[in-house]
């Protein structure tokens, strides 16, 4: 979303922002960043339903929003598939607006090793939910897309491929940077002397699996 608001086109968009603050936690309920309107969605830390209560309060505000400064064919965009069972309400809300619904699928959540299998089992069924009553599907994997295409054919589903986007200027940082030397010397890392892999730090992406590969015998995967 950091990237969406800072690179808006044109003034006729203005952006709303949902953000999770958990109730220890001190932060204004409405703030501006990036031109947008950010506001804070209070959330009890209750486990894996933590993320769907936040997905259905967000959806709340976004409506009462929407009714309380008359927008005209608004537009809301959810990422993640986590409040399937609860969409088509919010969505015949939003068409009353005659309002578009946008959904960013993400990954497979319900494949993911860290939820139990009634999790999973929930996270398929809200999938299908979500795939079924958006306007929209936003897919930043074109493998994800085609997986939409495929699996959940029966709703004719609209999608869209937009890939994550990349800063292309050439980095000002060099080896001579004194911060770089340091690093260096802090881990033992010599430079073209090594790996870099950069994602998220969970049990799907295998890192235990790579980790082990390139400590066998040969350094080779």
Not at 14 to 34: G, T
Request: charged residues 30%.
């Amino acid at each position: 979303m950091d990237q969406l608001t800072a690179r808006k086109q044109t003034n006729r968009i203005h952006y709303y922002v949902a953000c999770r603050r958990d109730l220890s936690e001190n932060k204004a309920d409405l703030y501006e960043y990036n031109d947008a309107t950010c506001f804070n969605v209070d959330v009890p830390n209750i486990g894996p339903a933590k993320a769907i209560m936040y997905d259905v309060k967000a959806f709340k505000e976004a409506l009462k929003i929407i009714r309380q400064k008359k927008i005209a064919h608004p537009i809301v965009y959810v990422l993640a598939c986590r409040m399937g069972p609860f969409i088509n309400h919010f969505k015949k809300q939003l068409k009353l607006f005659n309002g578009e619904l946008l959904v960013n699928p993400d990954g497979h959540e319900w494949l993911r090793a860290k939820w139990s299998l009634p999790v999973r089992k929930y996270w398929k069924l809200s999938e299908q939910l979500m795939v079924k009553h958006a306007d929209l599907l936003i897919c930043d994997s074109q493998s994800i897309e085609k997986y939409i295409k495929t699996d959940y054919s029966k709703y004719q589903p609209q999608t869209r491929y937009i890939a994550y986007g990349s800063d292309i200027k050439k980095s000002e940082v060099s080896l001579r940077n004194q911060k770089v030397k340091e690093w260096y010397a802090k881990f033992n890392v010599k430079p073209n002397n090594y790996y870099l892999i950069v994602g998220r730090f969970v049990p799907e992406n295998n890192y235990a699996t790579m980790i082990k590969e390139f400590m066998k015998p040969d350094g080779r995967l």
